[in-house]
């Protein structure tokens, strides 16, 4: 299953971390690859956290498969989404 990530400027490091790491523990747990994750940003450059930590995307959000011009939770439905989530920042 494909997790998406977007990652905007000045994100909480802990945030973009804790996701990613209970994705990891998933896939330790099931030993298997269950969940592939992805980090998207608003482009290809790196991403300066809340905390100076720097982040590189997996891929730029125009340049994602299926990536829509603008983006709404309540569309998540249209690009066949079992689940959309938000995180909070700040």
Request: a negative charge; hydrophobic letters at 45%.
């Given at each position: 299953?494909r997790?998406?990530?977007?990652?905007?400027?000045?994100?909480?490091?802990?945030?973009?971390?804790?996701?990613?790491?209970?994705?990891?523990?998933?896939?330790?747990?099931?030993?298997?690859?269950?969940?592939?994750?992805?980090i998207?940003?608003?482009?290809?450059?790196?991403?300066?956290?809340?905390?100076?930590?720097?982040?590189?995307p997996?891929?730029?959000?125009?340049?994602?498969?299926?990536?829509?011009?603008?983006?709404?939770?309540?569309?998540?439905?249209?690009?066949?989404?079992?689940?959309?989530?938000?995180?909070?920042?700040?």
């Amino acid at each position: 299953m494909r997790i998406v990530i977007f990652v905007p400027s000045d994100v909480h490091s802990l945030e973009l971390a804790g996701l990613t790491d209970v994705f990891a523990e998933a896939n330790a747990r099931a030993a298997s690859n269950f969940y592939e994750v992805a980090i998207v940003a608003e482009d290809d450059s790196v991403v300066p956290c809340a905390s100076g930590l720097r982040v590189l995307p997996d891929i730029a959000f125009d340049a994602y498969e299926g990536s829509p011009t603008r983006f709404s939770w309540r569309e998540a439905s249209e690009f066949q989404c079992r689940r959309a989530s938000g995180s909070p920042t700040g």
